[in-house]
């Protein structure tokens, strides 16, 4: 019976403890931390309390200064719009595609493209790329009509 043997070292020893412990409640955090009773709390102990009104906060208030950019794009009358696919080049991919008795699925193999994307330039939807165009020119060994260029107007910035 080896557990006899060691027993008086095992029994601790008991002695009182005479130092003042403080025992603290974790202050409150997140909505806890703005209720009113919190605030009260902290008050009545002389925490600091900062309250910060947030902007138009309890009011039907609003606010009647326009930015200035918010006020260009309203007086803005220019019509925006992207470019889009000639009929003359929709109807030259048409032909060429035709003549090499190619589908439009043929075509986008031959490009590495999707079929939408031959699809859309045929009908229009597409926004004109060159590099696009060229690449079907290379495909079908034949020269398309380019897009006319799009002038960029210069609006005077107040």
């Known amino acids: 019976s080896t557990w006899g043997e060691y027993s008086h070292q095992v029994t601790p020893k008991m002695d009182q403890q005479w130092e003042t412990v403080t025992l603290r409640k974790k202050t409150p955090s997140g909505n806890k931390a703005q209720s009113t009773e919190?605030?009260?709390?902290?008050?009545?102990?002389g925490a600091e309390v900062e309250s910060v009104r947030k902007f138009h906060a309890a009011s039907n208030k609003r606010d009647t200064t326009?930015?200035?950019s918010v006020r260009k794009l309203e007086n803005e009358t220019e019509d925006f719009h992207h470019q889009t696919i000639p009929l003359e080049l929709r109807k030259a991919i048409q032909q060429a595609r035709q003549n090499q008795k190619l589908s439009q699925k043929d075509l986008a193999v031959k490009i590495n493209e999707k079929v939408s994307v031959v699809n859309d330039y045929e009908s229009g939807r597409a926004i004109p790329n060159n590099a696009m165009i060229a690449k079907m020119e290379r495909a079908m060994d034949c020269k398309l009509p380019r897009p006319p260029k799009v002038k960029k107007?210069?609006?005077?910035?107040?």
């Not at 919190?38 to 102990?45: D, G, K």
């Open 38 to 45: 919190a605030v009260n709390n902290a008050r009545q102990t």
């Open 66 to 68: 326009v930015p200035s």
């Open 153 to 158: 107007t210069t609006g005077d910035d107040e």
